[in-house]
């Protein structure tokens, strides 16, 4: 099974700073199937990128994704007051722990 | 508006069974993959359950393998998970979730786009 390991756990950043987002794969992995979440307290996950760096419905372009084999990120180019949250990586069967990005 | 709603989630004793129910509407049901994902209280998301379209595909997380059966009723827009010898660590928010992808003959999903807002199983003496 392939495990997925974020980094940072969590990151302190300001409105409008930039946050990048890491995730790991124990193995190569599909650009295909590499998804990203967001997730606010008592709300149901969000997508945001799939296919590594496709943006879900929706998303605005402040949020973007890269990567391939077994290194990839999502940015957040500006951080707006609404972005803090927690962010999942996903690829079938397996997400990742999670990144909490929380206001410094 | 496309919608997942979870149904079915309480209190339950080790052991014994619980079944649960997600309704979609707003979208195609049986164009789609569906999935079940869990989120135990304060941690993180873990994938439980997919099923194809047709049901011709399925797949389990192994932590369920063998203890969980997933099923969907096309005709009723229903997507099912039948949860047995439940355990205190299956105590989570159970999420069902729609494939991004329409007509996959696989569970394997490339994304989630349309999520519930769960139903709640305790597990408990």
């Known amino acids: 099974e392939i495990v997925l390991t974020q980094s940072p756990g969590t990151l302190s950043l300001s409105p409008g700073e930039r946050a990048t987002l890491s995730c790991r794969a124990s193995?190569?992995?599909?650009?295909?199937?590499l998804a990203w979440y967001q997730q606010k307290p008592g709300q149901a996950p969000r997508l945001l990128i799939y296919g590594a760096s496709s943006r879900a419905t929706g998303i605005p372009d402040r949020f973007s994704g890269s990567g391939s084999g077994t290194d990839f990120t999502l940015t957040i180019s500006r951080l707006e007051p609404e972005d803090f949250a927690v962010y999942y990586c996903q690829q079938p069967r397996t997400f990742g722990q999670g990144t909490k990005v929380e206001i410094k | 508006e496309v919608q997942l709603v979870e149904s079915g989630g309480g209190l339950v004793q080790p052991g014994r069974s619980l079944r649960l129910s997600c309704a979609a509407s707003g979208f195609t049901f049986d164009d789609y993959a569906m999935h079940w994902v869990r989120q135990a209280p304060g941690k993180g998301l873990e994938w439980v359950s997919g099923?194809?379209?047709?049901?011709?595909?399925?797949g389990y997380a192994d932590s369920v393998k063998g203890r969980f059966t997933i099923s969907r009723d096309n005709a009723k827009n229903s997507l099912y998970l039948q949860m047995n010898s439940l355990r205190a660590e299956d105590t989570a928010l159970y999420h069902c979730?729609?494939?991004?992808?329409?007509?996959?003959?696989?569970?394997?999903?490339?994304?989630?786009?349309?999520w519930g807002q769960g139903t709640m199983v305790t597990v408990s003496s």
């Open positions: 193995q190569s992995v599909s650009s295909s199937y």
């Open positions: 979730a729609k494939d991004i992808t329409r007509g996959s003959l696989s569970y394997f999903s490339y994304a989630f786009d349309i």
């Open positions: 099923i194809s379209w047709n049901s011709g595909s399925i």
